[in-house]
C-alpha cells in the first residue's frame, strides 16, 4: 500500500487566495483526520470523518476553512481566503474504524507545508 | 477533558545509553495511549500503543512503553540509543471519541 497521500507537498500562495489541499487515505481505512501542526501550538486536529461523514469539527479555526470527503478515496481541506497566519503544515491521517474497546492507530501523510505570504 | 503532558521539551542522551522519553495523561475512563516519531520533514509514525494487558508494550524499533495507572503516565523507552532515534516523539492518548490528543512533542537527540 502506498500509505496516506497528500498534494502538493509544498504549497505558496499569496494572501488572499484560494487554497485547497488533498488527501487520499489508505484504502481500507474507515476514519480520515486533518491536522495542523505548527511551532507555536504544535499538532493540531482540525476535523474528522468516518466513512465519509463529518463527525466532528470543533478544531476547524474559522469559516475560512472547510473540508470535505465526497467519497472514501479522497478529501480535501479547503482556506479561502487565506491569511499568513494560517501557514503551518497540514496532515491528513486516516485509520481502521474505531471500536470503545479497540483504537486503531492512525497513519500519516507527508503534509502540505503550506506558505502564505 | 483529555490532556497530555510532555514535561521535557527535548532529552539528549548519549548513543548506547538507555533513553527515557516522559509522558504523562489525564482522561476520564480507560485510557488508550500511543507514541509516534516525526522525522524532519515527514508525517508522524506510529510506534507503539498500549490497550488492556501486559503494562510494558513493545514496538516498533526497539522501543517499549510501560503503561503506570497509578503515576497517570506512558513513559518511551529504549535499553540501547541510536543516533538514528534522534527525533521528534510524541505521546497521544484517546478515551472513547475516537479523536487522538496529542501532547507538545518531546525533541531526543542522540549524540555519538
Known amino acids: 500500500d502506498a500509505g496516506v497521500i497528500q498534494s502538493p507537498r509544498h504549497e505558496v500562495t499569496e494572501m488572499g487566495q484560494e487554497v485547497t489541499l488533498r488527501c487520499k487515505p489508505i484504502s481500507g ?5 486533518w491536522y495542523r501542526q505548527t ?3 504544535g499538532l493540531e486536529l482540525l476535523i474528522y470523518f468516518n466513512n465519509n461523514v463529518p463527525i466532528d469539527d470543533s478544531g476547524m479555526p474559522e469559516d475560512r476553512f472547510s473540508a470535505k470527503m465526497p467519497n472514501a478515496s479522497f478529501s480535501t481541506l479547503k482556506i479561502q481566503p487565506s491569511e499568513p497566519r494560517d501557514s503551518a503544515v497540514y496532515f491528513c491521517a486516516s485509520s481502521l474504524f474505531f471500536l470503545v474497546d479497540r483504537p486503531y492507530e492512525q497513519y500519516f501523510g507527508p503534509g502540505t507545508r503550506l506558505t502564505v505570504t | 477533558a483529555q490532556s497530555v503532558a510532555q514535561p521535557e521539551d527535548q532529552v539528549n542522551v548519549a548513543e548506547g545509553n538507555p533513553l527515557t522519553v516522559k509522558c504523562t495523561y489525564s482522561v476520564s475512563g480507560n485510557p488508550y495511549l500511543f507514541w509516534y516519531v516525526q522525522y524532519p520533514n515527514r508525517g508522524l509514525q506510529f510506534l507503539l500503543k498500549y490497550i488492556t ?7 516498533s524499533y526497539g522501543f517499549e512503553a510501560e503503561f503506570n495507572k497509578s503515576q497517570t503516565s506512558f513513559h518511551l523507552k529504549k535499553p540501547s540509543a541510536l543516533v538514528s532515534d534522534s527525533a521528534l516523539y510524541f505521546c497521544a492518548v484517546t478515551g472513547n471519541t475516537g479523536k487522538l490528543i496529542f501532547g507538545q512533542g518531546t525533541t531526543l537527540q542522540v549524540k555519538p
Do not use: E, P
Open chain 1, 29 to 33: 481505512h474507515d476514519y480520515l483526520f
Open chain 1, 39 to 41: 511551532m507555536m501550538r
Open chain 2, 53 to 59: 494487558g501486559d503494562n510494558l508494550v513493545k514496538g
